[in-house]
């Protein structure tokens, strides 16, 4: 099982991107499972982004991105993807998809699957 992510590159500050995470490599769906989006920098920990359950029922967005980011999913595509607006520079990092043990978490700890990451370059 494998998740390709991407849609990174590099963008001035106010400018938007959109990346995409889909799932593949068995015939098994997502549709039961939590997935998300967190960044990392380097020397930094991972940290939470957003996150949105099974149905697309319960969203959860870190304070910094409310506003701005926009999570959602297409379960028939195995596909989750984040809309990115008015980027900042302290958005620039590495962003990895991944997909929850659990119906929904925001906590990276219950996540079994992850992308290999897509850079987001955010200069002034």
């Known amino acids: 099982v494998q998740l390709q992510a991407s849609g990174g590159g590099l963008v001035q500050a106010g400018d938007s991107l959109r990346l995409s995470c889909v799932a593949s490599g068995r015939a098994r769906t997502w549709s039961n499972n939590g997935m998300g989006w967190f960044r990392q920098v380097p020397g930094k920990e991972r940290e939470f982004v957003a996150a949105i359950s099974w149905n697309g029922g319960i969203i959860q967005y870190t304070d910094s991105v409310k506003g701005r980011f926009t999570i959602s999913r297409d379960n028939g595509k195995n596909t989750v993807y984040l809309q990115m607006n008015s980027l900042k520079e302290e958005d620039t990092a590495v962003y990895f998809c991944?997909?929850?043990?659990?119906?929904?978490?925001?906590?990276?700890?219950?996540?079994?699957?992850w992308g290999q990451g897509t850079l987001v370059t955010v200069s002034s």
């Open positions: 991944g997909v929850s043990r659990s119906a929904y978490s925001a906590n990276s700890a219950s996540y079994t699957t």
